[in-house]
């Protein structure tokens, strides 16, 4: 004997379809209620009883000072390096040749502000548009914050050019 000339091609068996349960029956209950600022509003304790953090604290504590205090421990201008990428595609203006390129800066400058005077002073016009500073253990620099916010001193930061339809 062979094959049956009515058996379907052989394949793994297929499961039933799975048989539909009624869903559970939702009661429409309170949320639970959320958890109470502790008692005195704006002081900086412990959090709850429960070992739980503020919720007040915006962010993580970077080990970074406070931009106030960045900014009063320097005496006049930060000297920064800029690391610059090797790309022949851009602009040969914008002089992208794999050099390391200085300057002395404010710290209270904003990023937005520091690459305009970069692009205008050291990469032959380049706009601020095109390029964003990444910092080894801060990551990418974000322009609306100072260089204070960021306690950069002597830093060496990355030119990372902007791809766009490629």
Not at 21 to 35: D, G, N, R
Request: aromatic share 4%.
């Amino acid at each position: 004997g062979g094959p049956t000339p009515n058996a379907p091609p052989a394949e793994a068996p297929r499961p039933p379809p799975p048989t539909m349960a009624p869903p559970p029956q939702m009661q429409m209950s309170k949320p639970p209620p959320p958890a109470a600022p502790p008692a005195g509003g704006t002081g900086g304790g412990d959090g709850a009883p429960g070992g739980e953090p503020d919720a007040k604290r915006a962010r993580l504590d970077t080990g970074l000072q406070s931009e106030a205090d960045f900014a009063a421990s320097c005496s006049g201008p930060v000297e920064l390096q800029f690391s610059l990428p090797t790309d022949a595609t851009v602009d040969s203006a914008w002089q992208m040749d794999g050099r390391t390129v200085p300057m002395a800066v404010d710290v209270m400058l904003t990023i937005k502000q520091l690459k305009e005077k970069l692009g205008a002073e050291k990469f032959g016009g380049m706009p601020a548009s095109k390029y964003q500073l990444k910092d080894a253990t801060l990551g990418f620099l974000k322009d609306r914050l100072t260089i204070a916010h960021y306690n950069l001193k002597t830093a060496t930061l990355e030119v990372v050019l902007k791809k766009r339809g490629r």
